[in-house]
């Protein structure tokens, strides 16, 4: 598709006192931006920056561009008056603008000063023509890159911990990491999902002594996590009167390490009862792993690590235990091994990292792990980096923001918790009774409170910034308007809705001919100048945004990116369709805007699966 906006900046680049100014294509490039407010243009170039090098003032550098812009365009004589006003109105359909007398229409339509921009006006229906024939050539790779062949990228994301609830919180990891890897996925890179399950630690001790003192095998196999939990809670409270228990969990601990059997035997059965119902809410969630490496995976891989660790001479005694000093880069003592030999998390993450790189040969490692790990990510990092692997520059750590609940934060070993599964089920019941009192258009009311409840959700945690903290709320989570995921699914569906009634009523005369309703009669072109209203135009800028949205949010690790530009042609689409009549009589105006339907909806359905938000055809 044509690069609009590369198009204007080498117009701009072209004229000699810009060159003479220094200022390379790349760099006007760079300083091109678009105007907040649509009627200003689709984009703008601002002029301070050159008022030094001219020696003028912005607002008069800004004219004399725009007027020499539009002798470019145009080819032809600029009207006297430049006061703020247009320039070379029309210039971009005057057949005597030679530079744009290819078979496409030219890019440019009007150039005008305000204050110190240049605002250019994209020629409407030049863009329109684009953008449909871009989406209807290769709908399903609309958005999508090459960038990435040939390089993979490891993105290791929920990694909850075993024998502990699947709560809220570990939605954000779930989540957020689940869009990034399709993110890079749809960009072209060969991605690897990892779950890095906190399955090996302390943690284990505690819950095994916790088990031997009260627990019940028929109780943990009803409900083992929960159950599980309860232990664990009531391990931390009986600890507080008997610190003892504490050295007992150690030993167990280490029993388990040096693979004593009974202990190994409880460590497998709580592994196994927790994966099971983690693997319902990936299941529910619609996400998937290529590896379930977690931290037991490494247990054996620990003394090469220490040893490397040593003959680098960076592991130094203290207390007994072994630590890597890291005081003279802000970031405190990181503890490798305890005195009773048992080994740590960072321990377990320099392995994997050791691991990943000779497994994998990755050209990126993402962790998506909440923002209270910074600390250890940061230290883990620098061991790495004091290791001599330079690599280490490419593992990433990806933070994110807190969830807390609407009183207070939660707490494991508090017992205060909101379980993942049940928001999860929660949401589609609710969507469930929603369902069926607005008399949603659907053939499956199961079916469709699935799609919607599972996406509400998704698509709230992936709104924000996801480093911003925010509080899980009900109301939130389920409000249906606004900017939400059943907003957005809901237009899909009326663009799906209006598509079929175009194929009912086509106007094809051959019904064995490609019907005039199919992407593939769109993609071989169709007349724009229909699409060219304010609405229709906004709609089809909006899909035009749509690849570098998914570019920026894969840079920035930020699905909210492709979730805020979503929003954006969803909303875009209603005043469209508000706007215009789309199945009018005119055969040609009929094909130009279904196609335009048809773009948005494919835009807003891709977008939405980047996200892992399914797009119901009926709602
Ligand atoms: N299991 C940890 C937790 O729930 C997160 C693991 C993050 N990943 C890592 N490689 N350290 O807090």
Redesign the pocket.
């Known amino acids: 598709m044509r690069d609009y906006r590369r198009e204007i900046a080498d117009r701009i680049a072209g004229i000699d006192e810009i060159a003479e100014a220094g200022l390379t294509p790349d760099e006007v490039y760079a300083l091109v931006e678009t105007p907040p407010d649509e009627t200003k243009g689709d984009y703008a170039f601002p002029c301070f920056r050159l008022a030094k090098t001219f020696r003028k003032a912005p607002q008069q550098i800004s004219r004399e561009l725009a007027e020499k812009l539009a002798l470019s365009l145009a080819g032809a004589s600029v009207p006297g008056n430049n006061d703020g006003g247009s320039v070379g109105e029309g210039a971009g359909a005057d057949e005597t603008a030679a530079a744009d007398a290819s078979e496409y229409p030219a890019a440019i339509d009007r150039v005008a000063c305000e204050g110190a921009y240049v605002n250019f006006f994209i020629a409407r229906e030049a863009l329109s023509r684009d953008v449909v024939a871009a989406v209807c050539a290769d709908p399903d790779a609309y958005g999508s890159s090459d960038i990435g062949a040939g390089r993979k990228v490891v993105v ?1 994301f929920s ?3 075993i024998a ?1 609830p699947f709560h809220i ?2 939605i954000r ?1 779930t989540v957020i990491g689940s869009s990034i890897e399709k993110i890079y996925r749809f960009l072209g890179y060969d991605t690897v999902r990892v779950n ?3 399955d090996y630690g302390t943690q284990f001790g505690k819950m095994i002594v916790a088990y031997r003192r009260w627990g019940k095998k028929e109780d943990v196999e009803a409900e083992p996590i929960a159950t599980l939990l309860s232990y664990y809670t009531k391990f931390h409270v009986e600890a507080e009167k008997n610190p003892s228990l504490e050295d007992e969990a150690r030993e167990t601990f280490a029993k388990l390490e040096r693979g004593g059997a009974e202990e190994t035997e409880l460590w497998r059965w709580f592994r196994e009862e927790s994966l099971k119902e983690f693997g319902r809410v990936y299941k529910m969630l619609g996400v998937e792993f290529d590896s379930y490496a ?2 037991s995976f490494y247990s054996d891989k620990m003394d090469r690590v220490i040893k490397e660790l040593e003959a680098k001479g960076l592991l130094i005694e203290s207390d007994g235990a072994q630590i890597v000093d890291l005081d003279e880069y802000g970031l405190g003592k990181a503890l490798i091994r305890k005195s009773d030999g048992s080994t740590l ?2 321990t ?2 320099i392995a ?1 990292a050791l691991y990943r790189k000779e497994q994998y040969d990755f050209y990126r490692n993402i ?4 923002s ?2 910074n600390l ?2 940061a230290q ?1 990092k620098k061991a790495l980096e004091l290791m001599g692997y330079g690599w280490s520059d490419d593992c990433v750590h990806i933070p994110f923001g807190l969830v807390s609940l609407e009183g207070g934060t939660m707490s494991t070993r508090e017992g205060r918790v909101v379980f993942l599964e049940d928001v999860l089920k929660g949401a589609v019941e609710k969507t469930r009774e929603i369902v069926i009192a607005k008399d949603v258009n659907t053939n499956d009311v199961d079916e469709t409170a699935r799609q919607v409840g599972i996406g509400a959700v998704i698509f709230n945690e992936l709104h924000n910034n996801r480093i911003k903290d925010y509080v899980f709320s009900w109301d939130k989570v389920l409000n249906f308007d606004g900017e939400t995921g059943p907003y957005v699914q809901y237009v899909h569906a009326r663009a799906a809705s209006v598509l079929r009634k175009a194929a009912a009523t086509s106007h094809t005369a051959d019904p064995g001919a490609a019907s005039a309703t199919s992407p593939a009669a769109f993609a071989a072109g169709v007349d724009s100048s229909f699409l060219t209203s304010d609405s229709a135009f906004a709609l089809a800028k909006a899909i035009y945004g749509f690849p570098a949205a998914v570019m920026d949010a894969g840079e920035k690790y930020e699905p909210s990116v492709v979730t805020r530009h979503i929003v954006n042609v969803a909303q875009a689409f209603n005043r469209f369709y508000h706007d215009e009549q789309v199945l009018v009589d005119d055969a040609d105006e009929r094909a130009a805007k279904l196609a335009l339907v048809f773009a948005a909806k494919q835009t807003i359905q891709t977008g939405l699966a980047l996200l892992g938000v399914e797009a119901p055809e009926k709602m």
Request: glycine letters at 12%.
């Open positions: 290791e990694s909850p911990n502990k919180g570990h990891s890095h399950l906190g977690g931290e998390y960072i377990r993450d994997a962790y998506v792990v909440a209270q790990q250890h990510f883990w």
